[in-house]
């Protein structure tokens, strides 16, 4: 079993900027692609970035120039940095890995950060 643990979410102005963690822990193999999601009240959740193993990185178009993906693999960890905040880039943001267990492999969800902007 693994499980994903985010940090960082918060209140920042319009503008502004965050940064988010999301480590991994648990009896874990190796981890395949890595994500965050968000979803705003009353929408679906979106993906907004995902990065794979070897680093290669995918952007929702919305936030594309202003967020940026990056993974420490020795820590198991996935970051976003989120900058130039919109007040539309409020959600619960999520984190996603597709982990190989000894047992298995499938994706795990962490429990989600709430990201507010606003003034």
């Known amino acids: 079993q693994a499980q994903l643990v985010e940090s960082g979410g918060g209140l920042v102005q319009p503008g502004g900027s965050l940064r988010l963690s999301c480590a991994a822990s648990g009896s874990i193999f190796n981890i395949y692609a890595m994500g965050w999601y968000r979803q705003a009240p009353g929408k679906q959740r979106e993906l907004v970035a995902g990065?794979?193993?070897?680093?290669?990185?995918n952007y929702a178009d919305s936030v594309k120039g202003r967020f940026t993906i990056s993974r420490d693999n020795a820590k198991n960890t996935v970051y976003l940095q989120m900058n130039s905040l919109k007040p539309e880039d409020t959600a619960v943001y999520y984190c996603?890995?597709?982990?190989?267990?000894?047992?298995?492999?499938?994706?795990?969800w962490g429990q989600g950060t709430q990201v507010t902007v606003s003034s």
């Open positions: 990065i794979t193993s070897g680093g290669s990185t």
């Open positions: 996603n890995a597709d982990v190989g267990t000894i047992m298995h492999r499938r994706g795990y």
